[in-house]
């Protein structure tokens, strides 16, 4: 039984675990090629083409990376061959499975930036132009001085809380820590978050019962939360759902379609990822909420401590500040968002 989040859930994989006639070979197509491309390139960054990737093919790229897999570790049936092939078997899928299991243990973080992948004190990574295809604009700095009081808003900042059967059969996911963390800043400026239509606590269960591994899984997301509380154009959709490999904390989706219709700019929280009780950890959802009140991508704050900067603790740097200021430029960005009244 493969047990790796990446493999276990995929019928075909769990086949190839035992039957010869489930191997992958090349020409083979679907999200069982898809969930090995992004394997490979986890454990040992080896190149597969853009183009077979986008196909979830088993092609030419896909099979060299195997063989590349295999060969470096001697995967190799002896019963019937003295080197290794370019095939994903029995041998090769459960040699994948069981050093993801372990890649996924070490890669599972709590202090990363809500919008960039592990790592310490990094930049985040080239935008995905899948998901953001738009330019990036420059924020204007905050011109309120030391000790001035901040401007009211009064605004109400409206989302709807929701979360995959993945993540509600693995535990559930909790959005009130993230949410009290945003509206203990929110109140300086006026401002507070509504959950409608669910609550914080005990969020709807959306019908989408698979990992977001690949582009079409956030559009099958999306479109289950739609289909569990369809309409309120007001509102921002914040999803907790079990993330693939290299998946952030939190993430903001344009441009998303389904059925030639484009949803609203909307955020997906990783279940993944447990929500801690210090504040360092659960700025990320009014973080993914400034990013979503923009409708391109935003460079993030230069100052260390704010809840919108890309920089974390780690435990190599113990003087990094906690992520905990709301700027006031951040506060007016949120209360010209769509989901702001």
């Known amino acids: 039984m493969l047990i790796s989040s990446l493999f276990r859930d995929d019928p075909r994989l769990q086949a190839c675990l035992v039957d010869d006639t489930a191997h992958l070979t090349v020409g083979t197509q679907g999200r069982a090629v898809a969930k090995v491309q992004m394997a490979l390139l986890a454990l040992d960054w080896l190149r597969i083409d853009d183009g077979e990737i986008r196909s979830q093919t088993y092609g030419s790229s896909t099979a060299a990376a195997v063989l590349s897999f295999k060969s470096k570790r001697g995967i190799i049936n002896y019963s019937y061959q003295r080197t290794a092939d370019n095939i994903v078997g029995k041998m090769t899928i459960a040699a994948l499975d ?75 996911f909790n959005f009130q820590p993230q949410v009290d963390f945003a509206n203990a800043r929110l109140k300086n400026f006026g401002m507070q978050i509504a959950v409608d239509f669910s609550s914080a606590t005990s969020p709807d269960v959306i019908d989408f019962v698979d990992s977001i591994v690949l582009e079409e899984d956030v559009a099958l997301a999306r479109q289950a939360c739609e289909n569990k ?113």
């Open 98 to 172: 069981k050093e993801m299991a372990v890649w996924e243990k070490a890669s599972r973080r709590l202090d990363i930036c809500s919008c960039c992948p592990p790592g310490n004190l990094v930049s985040p990574p080239p935008s995905d132009t899948r998901f953001f295809a738009s330019e990036v604009s420059l924020s204007t700095p905050s011109s309120v001085g030391s000790g001035a009081k901040p401007k009211q808003f009064n605004k109400t900042l409206h989302i709807y809380c929701s979360m995959s059967k993945k993540t509600e059969r693995e535990g559930g």
């Open 229 to 341: 509380h369809s309409g309120s154009p007001g509102v921002l959709r914040v999803m907790a759902c079990h993330r693939g490999i290299n998946a952030p904390p939190g993430q903001t989706f344009r441009g998303v379609t389904v059925g030639g219709v484009v949803f609203k700019t909307f955020v997906i929280l990783n279940s993944n990822l447990t929500t801690s009780t210090t504040p360092k950890d659960n700025n990320v959802l009014i973080h993914e909420m400034i990013h979503a009140s923009h409708a391109k991508i935003e460079i993030h704050d230069s100052e260390l401590d704010s809840v919108f900067t890309e920089y974390v603790r780690t435990q190599s740097n113990e003087s990094q500040p906690a992520r905990t200021i709301l700027k006031e430029n951040r506060a007016l960005e949120l209360s010209s968002g769509y989901f702001a009244t």
